[in-house]
């Protein structure tokens, strides 16, 4: 994928982007977040975003974060329809103890926060997001190959053509860098339902 082709939403004040790759150095107190529990609406964390009307497709994206050090700082993949409907999925730094693998689903403006904890020495993960029409699943590996279902959920106002990337963020009194490779963009790896009708 050429990258280089997607368009910012907040564009961060120091990145590096080429074809292939893409670094980010957060700024202090950006995010992605929609009043549940926190009641406060944040919708400035960098995102660089490519649009596609494909209603099947798998996406799948390699995120490194060496220097993370703050609670909150995160950085992974995302589908933004507008502020208040969108999901993403990242490793967020807790405390040196561990950090949260999770996921946040937005609509209608509310988000929710789905995570389990990791060893906060796991600096990489391969994000996998697929879709069938409205409906997404997130998936995350180790090493590219092997992948384990992190959630499946439904986007509300995802109908039609949709905006999908890569985003970081430190919502926080904090910066690092976060570094993005092996984007790939392909038919959907998610197959349809094999089980109780209609599917």
Known sequence: MDISQFRWVNRPQEFKLSPEELSVTTQPHTDLWQKTYYH???DNAPMLLMDTEEDYFSFTVKVDVKDSHQRFDQAGIVVYLDSENWLKASIE???QAFQHLGSVV???GFSD???VQIPTKTQSMYYRL???KQDF?????????????M???HLNQ???SISLGIYACSPEDSSFTAHFSALDLGPCLWQAHDGQEPD
């Open 137 to 149: 699943r997130i998936e995350n590996s180790l090493d590219g190959i092997n992948f384990q279902q």
């Open 40 to 42: 406060f609406v944040n």
């Open 151 to 153: 959630r499946i959920c």
């Open 158 to 160: 995802a109908n039609g």
């Open 93 to 95: 730094y807790e405390n």
């Open 113 to 115: 926060w789905a995570t």
């Open 106 to 108: 937005t609509n209608q």
């Open 130 to 132: 697929s879709r069938r």
